[in-house]
């Protein structure tokens, strides 16, 4: 099991940046993949970015394509979702999300992923 921490939400202007961390404890965290989710108020969770154990292959939704980045450090055990030029249809609680053995045409699915963070809210307001 490898619990999840989120951090690095709050309120910003639209246009602005924010970056988002989620922290894991364990020595397998190497091996997993890691996604990140969002649940705006009364909508579904959505995908919106994953990354393979290796950092070689990352993974965009649409919507935020060329404005978000997905890394990871193994060394420390830590995921960093970088938020470029948000916008006010950003805003909605982050969740990250990992697990192994996740293929690619389940990687953009919520039930992929049994190990989940507890969520960090992201406000894009002016």
């Known amino acids: 099991q490898v619990p999840l921490v989120e951090s690095g939400g709050g309120l910003v202007q639209p246009g602005g940046s924010l970056r988002l961390s989620c922290t894991a404890s364990g020595r397998t965290f190497n091996q997993y993949t890691i996604a990140w989710f969002r649940q705006a108020p009364g909508k579904d969770r959505e995908f919106v970015a994953g990354?393979?154990?290796?950092?070689?292959?990352?993974y965009y939704a649409d919507s935020v394509k060329g404005r978000f980045t997905i890394s990871r450090d193994n060394s420390q055990n830590t995921v960093t979702l970088q938020m470029n030029s948000l916008k006010p249809d950003d805003t909605a609680i982050y969740y990250c999300?990992?697990?192994?053995?996740?293929?690619?045409?389940?990687?953009?699915?919520?039930?992929?992923?049994?190990?989940w963070g507890q969520g960090t809210q992201v406000t894009v307001s002016s």
């Open positions: 999300a990992g697990d192994t053995g996740v293929i690619l045409s389940r990687l953009r699915y919520d039930r992929s992923y049994d190990y």
């Open positions: 990354i393979r154990w290796n950092s070689r292959h990352t």
